[in-house]
């Protein structure tokens, strides 16, 4: 095997073996554009790295001096040659992008003796002394993991020592001072000599970098963005250019279009005598690309044209790096270049009418993550270069909101009601008493449960901004504070601002900006839509949620849960009568006055769906979560129904579980309790009858939840069937509809089979099923799952995508086994995955009929199950 | 298909079709035993009854119809016949013997005809009204289900009329009467007249008793005793024989040997002149079997000689039913005689010793389930006559308990201190710190919580008796009280009695025996223990506990929970205070002061189990479940850290999980607090090498609890096995040990041959597989489980008996990829089904190398994996 590749050995498809920046080094030098010359060490030496207990093998060192050798005959400099010596950086490099979370050590070759021969032959001395103390400082840093501090503050002392404000003020004499000062601090701290041997120097710098894979920041920021840890780094040693060599030098970055906008227009910024670090650093004001055609003519001519090329050559929007060194230009980097999602379908539909790609190419270069984000509120540029960010939660319902903090949902209502309308609700974690707060609130905050927790499914499906398990904030619910890790405390009415999709929480109010959908999102989305074949449909529990689903392109409601329609006030009360009731007659008199309201619901989701498919997921949650828990609900309620407070709390008391999440729900409900389902099916039944006695179609899907076993469904089913046969008689009325059941606990897909023979369709509750495969609830598990990632235990969050070695495979082999019973069988997923893009491909892989998943989601579940088509080709 | 059967067509192989009551009348007839003749309506014909909507067939009604004119033939009587009628019982027959669960009606045939006509024949006019009063009286409970006291009422206000007490004092007249007002009741109560033709009567009666197939006394005892419904009961229709026509006649019940105790001798009792329900009602005192000898001495030397034809014949101890009428004996019934644990044995080994059945024949004999029973102490016979129930829960742990209620483990703790030793324990649920109390009470109870609760479990590992999930009791922890389903309430201190092998409850005290085990029971074992294939091994937490299982016969510690080990009080104050410490440095301290404690204990289990195998499994309940919960508690251990207690409330609330099952425990533990792994290998590895140092073998096996993942899995072994070779360096000793995992959350299953690959041995933890599979949390199921089995839903506790279908197929599918992978893997299994006799059988069957089970139901599981080899051959 071959461990080090030369830049013109490579080409742009390798980089899974190269990553991404080598691949493309070595691209542009096969197409003959200005790079400096240098070499890739693959991602295979990095995973050899590790194998080989973090030691660079013989093979990796040998190619790496064999390399050196090459690059210094194309270069015609040597390293470590005191005249003419070759200077080299040490950069990382992996498959997908991963800006600032690796190392980079450059100046690599300097030593005393080149630092002294260098400075005559080269006649800049402070440039040279600059270039070798800055050396010292980032190996110091990144090889031995020094504290920046020691070496900062040596640098401080000698400024101030000199009197001096600005680094640039010092001279090389001073300079030569720092060096001698920062030799003695490393030689303190590694109790041996600053290395002088440049190969040396270049292969820790090596091995540093592929360590860096592994550091924490690293570790998160490829979680965030499903990138698994088995890829590894490249390390890109490369001849060093300098922008900070005079007038006649510069470095900058630039975009072939507007990655905010998507405007076809180059889009960039550079600096005069600079380093790239001094453009990030952020002291001197980089200048617009433009006008850098005013100060180096040519040296723009060649850059445009270069950019024309890149982009044609990539046929995609390219981001880059370049530096003039006295007067050439020298390309440091391409890559394609990350866009807002506004920008990514500009650009996307642009380049198709430009005859560039084609629709199918297109649809590949959105990320269909990036749709959801699109229809919501972001953070104005501005404010949040102002903002401090107060703590990271995860990115649990996108958006952006500002907004005082609440504490209780009666506490937002309350303010709602007087007139504030920035409102952030903040609960430990919200339950189904919490929604009429949650859907006043701009954004909702939580200190437990993960990405499936109450707070975030509801949210999603409200197109609210969350952020969830933010497990470093405590809250006292009783004083209404909030504790920061650093021991701030935050009070009601405080200003916070959430961004949903980031996590991250900032300290107070923020301007946001409105999204804007344009023409191109259409054009786009039709695309999509005639490419895919999965189908796409919504969650929603209201009508509003229904219209909203219709608007974003579903086509049907996947998932109902009824249950969100027992919390309006009139209801609750009727409903909590019901629970507390201790005869099934009793219950039926509080159901039957539930009835007209479900009924009512009901009809306006028909009608809002216009003959579209409408699952009606059957009561779920256990009755516990429907019953007031604070002392003072509990006595109106006991006063409005003529029972003590004491046998109140005694039913609350017997009620109470200790892992209701595999209690008393779902169709066990429906077994103890026949005449809750007797209720629902004749509402939906009749809601069906009325509407299309207005004489528009319906298509009445209803669904069993939580089924385990086959008897368990047909005691169900047969409630409904008998309760439908009852109703359709005494309005001599027939009503088509279909009956099937979530497939959500693990003994459903054993059997699977077995119950596919008696349902009309499965829809793969993937929630539950993922708590259960795992063991993992879901309002607990943020709080281990932290340690998981950190350990590299799991790479991704389990609720978010679907765990394709486990998960995934009950739901193929449930999939597959009802599929041979029952050929006719829809098959569906209405766990939080039907939203996920990598989770929808996998369904489109297995071959599910349908996804169904929030609202806001819908435009990126389309857009995903038509880029799962395509690959699929490929 | 035929679907009646007269007893002269019918063997006693063909009890799958006749019932157990049918096969055996066919088979006394077919050895010329004087049996009044009659016939058999199969069990099919029960199945078919149901499956036409609960409708006799016409073919069914039809062979009845020829049966009945054979059966004319061979008595010489005749339906109807006014003179010389043919009157017959309708008797139910399941497979299995369910004892006074379905219903039997008498002397069909009757009415007004046939009573008037039959008088004048018989010349006991008194007696022939009896019957027809008889016979209405039953046909309008069991065919019509009309209340029993409607009747009852009219009797006794006619009795009240004639001034007379006893039934026996009425007259002819007055028996008229009686019937003339019964018949008026009936059709009042009916619309309709009291059906006169006989056969209608026939027909109505066999309906009657496939429908009581399903009532649900009948329901209940087949879950209690694993009896499929799917069975359904055949119906036995005979020609009535009377034992009270006069004091030649007389009935009685009569055992081949005695069913306490075994003893080789005819058991029974008689009554002249009476009824078999005479015998059972109890108003006259029956009289011994052999004083029969005395008043009718030919029927006695009969009736002899026919016990020791029928035991010969069946080769087992027989109970048996006869009439004698006019001084002819006539034989009823004869099935194999329900036993004592003592007695099964005893009859056993005896009937070895005598040369009439064979070792493997013994062996199937005793219930495996009795042999628990069989080490508990029971309720004297008297007592039990004496007392009420008040109530029923789960029979969790068997063995028979009185005594004074309290209601915390600490009142437990000082009423023992102040020498109260009668004590019964009862709680909601019991948690680990309740652990202490249930060590020193006699019983224990619990409102919550099924066959595999914390409670079930801990008090099966004492050998304590224990009641569970008794829902229909509810418990005001701060009064102190019990308040019974009927209002009655019990205060602390109350008397009462539990019954931890039926599950039902009793007021006040009662006395118990101890049980007595026989040098017969040694004979047994070691027969069960040369026949079986399958390792026994016990679930035990304690050096106390080791030395139990090894007295029962364990060949091993399948699991030893080290949580158990934290409880008592100075270790509990270490645990607790590295649960609140923030830092992994103060965690440490804090396991370093536990770890001499674990040592002594781990080294006491060695040296207990001499070199037998001990499974050690790491810590598994989530860390809250050590915390305080009452606010003294909690006071006393914030002074005794020097916290405040607001700190230690603040890290309680932060513990608190929703659904703590699926939450932050098993490996998950090792995985966020390494050092607590490393504190149990180190306490682990130090003891066996001490052990070892002694000159005692060990024969270690760390078990990983939790694992869902490979990576998980690899992680917490690192840990293990770094840390053994750390030990082994320091004491320069090398130990072998072996390292395993349980498999116990669904996704292991599924990846269980990765995980083999580097696991020396599983276990196969079928709790929390159960709780997972299904979906169902072990502490709240028991609440809505009884719906279940009432519809129908379940036939048994899957917590009690594995689920073959959805579990079973699980543990199944795990075991067969592990040993693909890895041929030498041991499979265990260390759930509450691992004492359990048809679960032991599967594991048989699927090829599992041991079972471990708590020790009082280790030889039970040595009986039953030895009954599973020898079932296996047939």
Same mark, same amino acid.
């Given at each position: 095997?071959?461990?080090?590749y030369a830049f013109c050995e490579g080409n742009k498809d390798m980089r899974?073996l190269l990553g991404g920046k080598g691949a493309n080094l070595a691209e542009m030098t096969s197409i003959g554009l200005p790079v400096?010359?240098?070499?890739t060490?693959?991602?295979?030496?990095?995973?050899?790295?590790?194998?080989?207990?973090?030691?660079?093998?013989?093979?990796?060192?040998?190619?790496?001096?064999?390399?050196?050798?090459?690059?210094?005959?194309?270069?015609?400099?040597?390293?470590?040659?005191?005249?003419?010596?070759?200077?080299?950086?040490?950069?990382?490099g992996?498959?997908?992008?991963?800006?600032?979370?690796?190392?980079?050590?450059?100046?690599?070759?300097?030593?005393?003796?080149?630092?002294?021969?260098?400075?005559?032959?080269?006649?800049?001395?402070?440039?040279?002394?600059?270039?070798?103390?800055?050396?010292?400082?980032?190996?110091?840093?990144?090889?031995?993991?020094?504290?920046?501090?020691?070496?900062?503050?040596?640098?401080?002392?000698?400024?101030?020592?000199?009197?001096?404000?600005?680094?640039?003020?010092?001279?090389?004499?001073?300079?030569?001072?720092?060096?001698?000062?920062?030799?003695?601090?490393?030689?303190?701290?590694?109790?041996?000599?600053?290395?002088?041997?440049?190969?040396?120097?270049?292969?820790?710098?090596?091995?540093?970098?592929?360590?860096?894979?592994?550091?924490?920041?690293?570790?998160?920021?490829?979680?965030?963005?499903?990138?698994?840890?088995?890829?590894?780094?490249?390390?890109n040693?490369?001849?060093?250019?300098?922008?900070?060599?005079?007038?006649?030098?510069?470095?900058?970055?630039?975009?072939?279009?507007?990655?905010?906008?998507?405007?076809?227009?180059?889009?960039?910024?550079?600096?005069?005598?600079?380093?790239?670090?001094?453009?990030?650093?952020?002291?001197?004001?980089?200048?617009?690309?433009?006008?850098?055609?005013?100060?180096?003519?040519?040296?723009?001519?060649?850059?445009?044209?270069i950019?024309?090329v890149l982009e044609d050559h990539y046929k995609d929007?390219q981001?880059m790096?370049?530096?003039?060194?006295?007067?050439?230009?020298?390309m440091l980097q391409t890559r394609s270049?990350?866009?807002?999602?506004?920008?990514?379908?500009?650009?996307?539909?642009?380049?198709?009418?430009?005859?560039?790609?084609?629709?199918?190419?297109?649809?590949?270069?959105?990320?269909?993550?990036?749709?959801?984000?699109?229809?919501?509120?972001?953070?104005?540029?501005?404010?949040?270069?102002?903002?401090?960010?107060?703590?990271?939660?995860?990115?649990?319902?996108?958006?952006?909101?500002?907004?005082?903090?609440?504490?209780?949902?009666?506490?937002?209502?309350?303010?709602?009601?007087?007139?504030?309308?920035?409102?952030?609700?903040?609960?430990?974690?919200?339950?189904?008493?919490?929604?009429?707060?949650?859907?006043?609130?701009?954004?909702?905050?939580?200190?437990?449960?993960?990405?499936?927790?109450?707070?975030?499914?509801?949210?999603?499906?409200?197109?609210?901004?969350?952020?969830?398990?933010?497990?470093?904030?405590?809250?006292?619910?009783?004083?209404?504070?909030?504790?920061?890790?650093?021991?701030?405390?935050?009070?009601?009415?405080?200003?916070?601002?959430?961004?949903?999709?980031?996590?991250?929480?900032?300290?107070?109010?923020?301007?946001?900006?409105?999204?804007?959908?344009?023409?191109?999102?259409?054009?786009?989305?039709?695309?999509?839509?005639?490419?895919?074949?999965?189908?796409?449909?919504?969650?929603?529990?209201?009508?509003?949620?229904?219209?909203?689903?219709?608007?974003?392109?579903?086509?049907?409601?996947?998932?109902?849960?009824?249950?969100?329609?027992?919390?309006?006030?009139?209801?609750?009360?009727?409903?909590?009568?019901?629970?507390?009731?201790?005869?099934?007659?009793?219950?039926?008199?509080?159901?039957?006055?539930?009835?007209?309201?479900?009924?009512?619901?009901?009809?306006?989701?028909?009608?809002?769906?216009?003959?579209?498919?409408?699952?009606?997921?059957?009561?779920?949650?256990?009755?516990?979560?429907?019953?007031?828990?604070?002392?003072?609900?509990?006595?109106?309620?006991?006063?409005?129904?003529?029972?003590?407070?004491?046998?109140?709390?005694?039913?609350?008391?017997?009620?109470?579980?200790?892992?209701?999440?595999?209690?008393?729900?779902?169709?066990?409900?429906?077994?103890?309790?026949?005449?809750?389902?007797?209720?629902?099916?004749?509402? =939906?039944? &009749?809601? *069906?009858?009325? $509407?299309? /006695? #207005?004489?528009?179609? !319906?298509?009445?899907?209803?669904?069993?939840?939580? @089924?385990?076993?086959?008897?368990?469904?047909?005691?169900?089913?047969?409630? =409904?069937? &008998?309760? *439908?046969?009852? $109703?359709? /008689? #005494?309005?001599?009325? !027939?009503?088509?509809?279909?009956?099937?059941?979530? @497939?959500?606990?693990?003994?459903?897909?054993?059997?699977?089979?077995?119950?596919?023979? &008696?349902?009309?369709?499965?829809?793969?509750?993937?929630?539950?099923? !993922?708590?259960?495969?795992?063991?993992?609830?879901?309002?607990?598990?943020?709080?281990?799952?932290?340690?998981?990632?950190?350990?590299?235990?799991?790479?991704?969050?389990?609720?978010?995508?679907?765990?394709?070695?486990?998960?995934?495979?009950?739901?193929?082999?449930?999939?597959?086994?009802?599929?041979?019973?029952?050929?006719?069988?829809?098959?569906?997923?209405?766990?939080?995955?039907?939203?996920?893009?990598?989770?929808?491909?996998?369904?489109?892989?297995?071959?599910?009929?349908?996804?169904?998943?929030?609202?806001?989601?819908?435009?990126?579940?389309?857009?995903?199950?038509?880029?799962?088509?395509?690959?699929?080709?490929?």
């Amino acid at each position: 095997m071959k461990y080090v590749y030369a830049f013109c050995e490579g080409n742009k498809d390798m980089r899974n073996l190269l990553g991404g920046k080598g691949a493309n080094l070595a691209e542009m030098t096969s197409i003959g554009l200005p790079v400096p010359q240098g070499f890739t060490v693959t991602t295979e030496a990095c995973l050899k790295y590790y194998q080989d207990h973090e030691e660079l093998s013989e093979d990796v060192v040998l190619e790496i001096r064999d390399q050196i050798s090459a690059l210094e005959k194309i270069s015609g400099k040597k390293l470590g040659d005191v005249k003419n010596p070759l200077l080299v950086s040490v950069r990382s490099g992996a498959r997908a992008s991963m800006p600032g979370m690796m190392d980079t050590i450059l100046n690599l070759g300097m030593n005393d003796e080149v630092c002294s021969g260098f400075c005559e032959a080269d006649g800049n001395a402070r440039f040279v002394y600059d270039n070798y103390r800055r050396l010292i400082q980032m190996f110091a840093d990144v090889v031995k993991g020094f504290p920046k501090s020691s070496f900062e503050h040596l640098f401080d002392k000698i400024k101030k020592e000199k009197g001096v404000q600005l680094d640039t003020e010092l001279t090389a004499e001073d300079l030569k001072e720092v060096i001698d000062e920062y030799k003695i601090e490393y030689s303190r701290l590694a109790s041996e000599e600053f290395p002088q041997d440049p190969m040396v120097q270049l292969l820790e710098a090596v091995s540093a970098v592929f360590r860096s894979w592994n550091n924490e920041r690293a570790i998160t920021y490829r979680r965030l963005n499903d990138i698994p840890s088995s890829w590894g780094t490249a390390v890109n040693v490369q001849e060093m250019v300098y922008g900070n060599r005079g007038e006649d030098s510069g470095t900058g970055v630039a975009f072939t279009r507007n990655p905010a906008t998507g405007e076809k227009k180059l889009y960039g910024e550079y600096l005069i005598n600079a380093q790239g670090e001094d453009v990030v650093a952020g002291i001197r004001t980089p200048q617009s690309i433009e006008t850098l055609n005013e100060v180096m003519p040519e040296n723009y001519q060649e850059f445009v044209r270069i950019c024309k090329v890149l982009e044609d050559h990539y046929k995609d929007m390219q981001d880059m790096e370049f530096t003039i060194e006295n007067g050439k230009l020298f390309m440091l980097q391409t890559r394609s270049g990350k866009r807002t999602g506004q920008a990514a379908i500009k650009i996307a539909v642009d380049m198709v009418k430009e005859g560039i790609i084609t629709k199918e190419e297109a649809l590949l270069r959105v990320d269909a993550n990036q749709l959801d984000q699109l229809l919501h509120p972001t953070f104005d540029k501005e404010s949040l270069q102002k903002s401090s960010v107060i703590a990271q939660g995860l990115a649990a319902s996108p958006g952006a909101a500002s907004g005082k903090i609440y504490f209780t949902a009666e506490d937002v209502s309350k303010a709602y009601e007087s007139g504030e309308r920035e409102i952030i609700l903040v609960r430990e974690e919200t339950s189904p008493e919490d929604i009429e707060g949650m859907n006043l609130a701009r954004g909702v905050l939580t200190v437990r449960g993960g990405m499936t927790s109450h707070a975030a499914v509801v949210a999603r499906g409200m197109g609210t901004c969350c952020v969830s398990g933010c497990s470093e904030l405590s809250i006292d619910a009783n004083k209404k504070t909030i504790r920061l890790a650093d021991g701030t405390i935050l009070h009601e009415e405080d200003y916070i601002s959430l961004d949903g999709s980031t996590g991250f929480i900032y300290n107070g109010k923020m301007a946001t900006v409105d999204p804007e959908i344009s023409g191109d999102f259409e054009t786009f989305m039709q695309w999509a839509d005639s490419t895919r074949v999965l189908g796409v449909k919504a969650n929603a529990d209201t009508p509003k949620d229904a219209m909203e689903a219709r608007k974003f392109g579903a086509e049907g409601i996947g998932l109902c849960r009824t249950e969100h329609m027992f919390f309006e006030e009139t209801r609750i009360f009727h409903f909590r009568k019901m629970i507390l009731s201790e005869t099934e007659e009793a219950r039926r008199e509080a159901l039957e006055k539930i009835l007209p309201y479900q009924r009512e619901d009901f009809a306006a989701l028909f009608r809002a769906m216009e003959g579209r498919s409408v699952v009606i997921r059957f009561l779920d949650p256990p009755l516990h979560e429907f019953l007031p828990k604070k002392e003072e609900e509990i006595s109106q309620l006991a006063d409005s129904l003529g029972m003590s407070k004491e046998e109140i709390h005694t039913r609350i008391l017997s009620l109470k579980e200790f892992n209701p999440m595999m209690g008393h729900r779902g169709c066990r409900l429906a077994i103890t309790y026949p005449e809750i389902a007797q209720m629902q099916t004749r509402a =939906v039944m &009749e809601a *069906a009858i009325m $509407v299309e /006695k #207005e004489g528009l179609a !319906t298509n009445l899907e209803i669904m069993i939840p939580l @089924i385990g076993s086959m008897k368990e469904y047909l005691y169900v089913k047969n409630i =409904v069937l &008998e309760t *439908a046969k009852e $109703v359709m /008689k #005494e309005q001599a009325v !027939t009503v088509s509809f279909k009956v099937g059941t979530m @497939i959500e606990v693990p003994r459903a897909v054993l059997i699977s089979d077995e119950i596919a023979s &008696e349902a009309d369709f499965f829809s793969f509750g993937t929630n539950d099923l !993922t708590q259960m495969t795992f063991g993992f609830s879901r309002d607990d598990a943020a709080k281990f799952l932290n340690d998981y990632y950190e350990k590299g235990i799991l790479e991704q969050d389990p609720f978010k995508t679907i765990d394709e070695e486990g998960v995934g495979r009950l739901v193929h082999l449930g999939a597959s086994l009802a599929r041979d019973e029952n050929r006719d069988i829809e098959l569906g997923i209405c766990g939080e995955h039907g939203g996920d893009p990598k989770s929808i491909a996998f369904c489109h892989k297995i071959g599910l009929d349908y996804v169904s998943c929030s609202p806001f989601r819908v435009p990126g579940a389309r857009l995903a199950a038509a880029q799962a088509v395509i690959r699929e080709k490929y």
